[in-house]
């Protein structure tokens, strides 16, 4: 399990008030069908933040997958984007200790405070880092969030390790930044 979600889950019980287990079986009782839903109900009625309710939800869905099955099963049949996928891990872990890597069914959340940047292997030779800015301009290599809708504001495509150079540590830098 990657070092900073183990500490979102250790730290559960002091910051939420219940531990992971709790947190399941309550999603479970309450058997959502629709993320928004469970994530209004952990945030209104239990004041759980974005960041630990996100995290509760994807892993009371996926409580047979661990976040290593969930990324292996995402680079499945695209192994060639996974040094992409770990270099853009290893850029991220840099920014700071309150990094949380949340993966998902489909891409990889990273979170500060609230969610600043997505790893997503948007096709056999092409991932998608989608990056939240407050307010920054689009060009040629950061184009509008695209697929990513309001998740991320940005999107920078990458085909090649090469293309994870200072202006797109820079780019995730800034949005690590602004998600404070």
Not at 94 to 103: A, M, N, R
Request: proline share 3%; net charge positive; glycine share 4%.
């Amino acid at each position: 399990m990657d070092k900073s979600l183990q500490t979102m889950i250790d730290n559960m019980p002091e910051k939420t008030g219940k531990s992971l287990v709790d947190w399941k079986k309550l999603l479970k009782k309450k058997s959502f069908t629709k993320h928004a839903e469970a994530m209004k109900f952990l945030k209104e009625e239990h004041q759980v933040t974005h960041g630990f309710a996100n995290t509760i939800i994807q892993l009371s869905k996926e409580e047979n997958d661990s976040p290593e099955d969930l990324v292996e099963n995402q680079y499945n049949g695209k192994e060639n984007l996974t040094p992409i996928y770990k270099e853009l891990i290893n850029r991220v872990k840099k920014l700071g200790e309150d990094v949380i890597i949340t993966p998902k069914k489909t891409s990889v959340s990273i979170i500060r405070k609230r969610q600043f940047a997505l790893i997503k292997p948007a096709t056999k030779t092409r991932i998608d880092l989608g990056l939240k800015f407050t307010d920054k301009a689009t060009n040629k290599r950061l184009e509008n969030s695209g697929p990513f809708g309001t998740m991320c504001t940005h999107r920078v495509q990458i085909t090649s390790l090469d293309q994870i150079d200072s202006e797109l540590s820079n780019w995730l830098k800034e949005a690590y930044y602004d998600a404070k």
